[in-house]
């Protein structure tokens, strides 16, 4: 038998007398809990922001096998499963163009070009602005040596930055973010035409580097969603509705000034009752 869990729901408006057809859209989300009781079943349901929940930048870890000196251009390590090299674009400005990946161990950063299962090799030490050091490995067991974290680095335009986030994709290449880097939503359920239509000055998709360039370096587990709407979409100025088709877009907030027009009264007319206002700015 097939459930219903995840399955879409749909809700649509109208009134007697209307022909289905008729009936506007008004929301479509899918089915999470379902209940049932004395026989009436109850659906609770949320919309597509509900699969930002994931946590993202959880970063590798590893160790040091050998001593590493201060010039070494090539780590060895206990084990690289799950570290990836991203390619990047002409907005990135260390390595642009160019597929790299990046690791610390204590206060340096190492750009490394390739790996083997327990190496990285092609390693440019003291990267973004760090100091090459030498890392000792004495008679302690693996576990116990010097941590090899990986470090994520992310500079992108902010509309392209939050279309990887949220799918994983670097849109116009065939290239990708590493898996816990996004939340892994599937494009159909984005609103391209909103990405790409926000504004040159936000992104230019013919110059990725004329955009409104976002930078994140050191990045730690957490929560996906809170991270696009705290550190991408309050910067950049936007939200993302989700419209009654269930896709999620992206908008800019207007600005509002002091002496800007209303857009309507609120009266003895049209309001019943009325709670506290609450300001909150």
């Known amino acids: 038998e097939r459930g219903i869990r995840d399955a879409t729901v749909r809700y649509f408006f109208g009134f007697g007398g209307f022909d289905q057809t008729q009936f506007a859209l008004r929301a479509t989300q899918r089915a999470r809990v379902v209940s049932e009781s004395s026989g009436l079943y109850s659906i609770q349901c949320s919309d597509i922001q509900r699969a930002e929940r994931k946590d993202i930048f959880d970063p590798y870890v590893t160790t040091i096998s050998a001593t590493v000196s201060a010039s ?37 950063v190492i750009r490394y070009t390739g790996k083997t299962g327990t190496s990285f090799t092609g390693c440019t ?65 984005l609103r391209l035409d909103d990405f790409l239509a926000i504004g040159n000055d936000y992104w230019d998709t013919a110059d990725d580097s004329a955009g409104f360039i976002c930078r994140f370096e050191g990045l730690d587990k957490q929560d996906g969603k809170l991270f696009i709407e705290r550190e991408v979409l309050r910067l950049l100025g936007g939200f993302m509705p989700v419209y009654a088709d269930g896709t999620l877009g992206l908008r800019r907030m207007p600005e509002i000034g002091p002496d800007a027009p209303h857009v309507a009264v609120l009266d003895d007319s049209n309001v019943i009752s009325a709670g506290t206002l609450k300001h909150d700015t």
Do not use: C, M
């Not at 509309?159 to 949220?166: H, Q, R, S």
């Open 72 to 108: 070494d251009t090539t780590i060895n390590v206990g084990d690289t499963t799950g570290f990836q090299t991203v390619a990047h674009g002409t907005s990135w400005s260390d390595s642009p163009s160019a597929t790299v990946g990046y690791i610390k161990i204590e206060d340096e």
């Open 125 to 189: 030490r003291g990267a973004l602005g760090t100091t090459a050091t030498e890392y000792v490995v004495g008679s302690e067991s693996l576990e116990r040596r010097t941590k090899v974290e990986e470090y994520i680095y992310i500079e992108l335009p902010a509309p392209k930055l939050l279309w990887a986030l949220l799918t994983g994709e670097l849109y116009g290449t065939a290239n990708s973010l590493p898996s816990h880097w996004h939340v892994g939503i599937d494009a159909a359920d």
